[in-house]
């Protein structure tokens, strides 16, 4: 059975995504069980050699995929390999074109680079693609100012325009916008305690996607609570909230820097759907012709949905064993839909 792990109360949630609670946080002395088994784990399947997208020269990051007509658009971030893992702070925003969504896919376009605007003059990183009414928006972290901006185009091939202040406080967020125009999002943030830097992700809300955002509840509310936590995905499923994201430190699942899943009815309550990760460093991954592959780690998960509302990949940004650039891995899922 799962449990209550965060208690957060979200206000002007509409009627289609549920009441709003007001359940309790559990007691600290309450013991915790979870499920020994993890149904999104078993529907991973293995992975085809087209579905890792590798690029001469440059380390990938931060995948992020949208159908339109006939073909997938990949957008991730990048920058040389010449500067190292370090170089990601001056990274730029490319997009990528495939007939499937496994690939192999097709360098197209640097999408966004460093600006002038003075949130992005840096690096532009961590991009998410999706659309909004007629408009395709695009979000991603400015470098130096570690917020989230957002870009439009009428296209998916742009032009594109960056809006010229950043929209969202916190930096790598998941976005989800309501059919009414209002937005829920949940990212990370980065208090000092005691002289160690954390990562904890809170939830934030606005009556519009263009914002303001405001922190729901207050400003010490953490979600989920205690866990060092970072690179959540979102999307809205059988009534209920599913949220991805990277177990920084192991505590959650024991496994550092491994995938984990969370879901909510109302988007402030998430409970941990099982401590058994849904990706970690420790599996190897299985090929569709055979054989497996091992990494040092995985981050930055992002969800392919389909429009029946069943999830038919999970993309992460993989750490080679290998002294070699990062990639993309697109690992089919079979057509897992969240139970609430």
């Known amino acids: 059975m799962r449990t209550i792990i965060a208690s957060l109360l979200l206000a002007g949630i509409t009627a289609a995504f549920g009441q709003t609670s007001t359940l309790p946080p559990l007691p600290a002395n309450v013991k915790i069980s979870y499920p020994n088994r993890n149904p999104l ?12 997208f590798k690029m001469e020269g440059y380390y990938l990051w931060d995948p992020s995929v949208i159908k339109v007509g ?7 971030s990048r920058w040389p390999a010449s500067a190292g893992m370090a170089g990601w702070k001056k990274s730029e925003v490319i997009r990528s074109t495939s007939a499937s969504l496994f690939g192999p896919y097709q360098f197209k376009e640097v999408v966004l680079s460093p600006t002038n605007h003075p949130w992005a003059k840096d690096g532009t990183h961590n991009p ?12 991603h972290l400015g470098i130096p100012q570690w917020k989230t901006g957002f870009a439009f ?19 790598n967020p998941a976005l989800l916008v309501r059919p009414d125009g209002s937005a829920y999002a949940v990212g990370k943030f980065k208090p000092t305690e005691q002289g160690v830097l954390k990562y904890y992700m809170r939830a934030l809300e606005a ?30 499923a059988n009534q209920q909230y599913n949220v991805i994201c990277t177990d920084m430190k192991a505590k959650v699942t024991g496994a550092n820097k491994s995938v984990i899943y969370y879901t909510s009815k109302n988007g402030a309550d998430y409970e941990l759907y099982s401590q058994i990760p849904v990706w970690s460093q420790n599996d190897p991954v299985p090929l569709a012709g055979g054989g497996e592959f091992k990494v040092k780690g995985v981050e930055r998960p992002q969800v392919y949905v389909n429009e029946q509302g069943a999830v038919t990949a999970l993309l992460v940004s993989v750490y080679p064993t290998e002294n070699i650039p990062t990639y993309i891995v697109i690992r089919p899922v079979n057509d897992f839909v969240p139970k609430n």
């Open 207 to 236: 009556a519009n996607y263009l914002g303001p955002y405001k922190v729901v509840k207050d400003e010490s509310s953490r979600l989920p609570h205690g866990f060092e936590l970072e690179d959540p995905t979102i999307w809205w």
């Open 153 to 171: 185009a009428d296209s998916i091939e742009g032009p594109w325009t960056p809006v010229a202040k950043p929209v969202i406080s916190i930096n």
């Open 70 to 76: 006939d073909t997938y658009h990949l957008f991730t």
């Open 128 to 139: 998410k693609i999706m659309k909004v009414g007629s408009k395709y928006l695009l979000y």
């Open 41 to 52: 784990k078993e529907a991973l399947q293995p992975v085809p050699a087209s579905a890792i």
